[in-house]
Nanobody, 115 residues
Framework: QVQLVESGGGLVQAGGSLRLTCATS????????KGWYRQAPGKQRELVAASTSGGSTTYADSVKGRFTISRDNAKNTVYLQMNSLKPEDTAVYYC?????????WGQGTQVTVSS
């Protein structure tokens, strides 16, 4: 059974940084996509960043230049380094794993950026 566990959320002032970590376990194929989504109150869940096992990355326009996704395949872990945080980055951040047609989610971690 695949499990995703996020950590690293919290409260930070605008301009600050946080690093989110997602540890994955279970039967995970070597070919996969790991990513981070977020959902703010009253808004739809949106893609923040994604990283494929082939090495390509995708970012939402709103976080380009500020957030960096990285992965440690040996540890089955994916990270999201968030710098220059803004109040509009406040949301619950979810780790996501895609294995072909299968998709898994973490429980979410709250990120709150105060102005």
């Amino acid at each position: 059974q695949v499990q995703l566990v996020e950590s690293g959320g919290g409260l930070v002032q605008a301009g600050g940084s946080l690093r989110l970590t997602c540890a994955t376990s279970g039967s995970i194929f070597s070919i996969n996509t790991k990513g981070w989504y977020r959902q703010a109150p009253g808004k739809q869940r949106e893609l923040v960043a994604a990283s494929t096992s082939g090495g390509s990355t995708t970012y939402a326009d709103s976080v380009k230049g500020r957030f960096t996704i990285s992965r440690d395949n040996a540890k089955n872990t994916v990270y999201l380094q968030m710098n220059s945080l803004k109040p509009e980055d406040t949301a619950v951040y979810y780790c996501n794993l895609k294995l072909g047609s299968l998709e898994y989610w973490g429980q979410g971690t709250q990120v709150t950026v105060s102005s």
